[in-house]
């Protein structure tokens, strides 16, 4: 199941900067190694915003729950997930 999600991070502004910096190194490293799993094949980065479109491709709603949770930056996003389904005019 493909899923379309745009994560926006919304980090509390008194945060200590190492704090966040140790939650951030978390992060870069649990989603890397989703991605080297196949499990979140493409992440973008939204122009001048702290924020990203990522696909996932994951077996159920539930698996994608459980990856969008185990996100360390999870308490500090707003989320939202679109299901994705073959267009009819695409040639792939």
Known sequence: ????????VRLPADMAP???DEIKAREKAY???LQRQ?????IWRVAGEYANY???DVESNDELHALLSGLPLFPYMEIKATPLARH????R
């Open 1 to 8: 199941m493909l899923f379309l999600v745009r994560m926006d």
């Open 18 to 20: 190492e704090v966040a």
């Open 31 to 33: 989603s890397q190694d």
């Open 38 to 42: 196949g499990k979140w094949p493409h």
């Open 54 to 56: 990522s696909v996932f």
């Open 88 to 91: 009819p005019s695409s040639i």
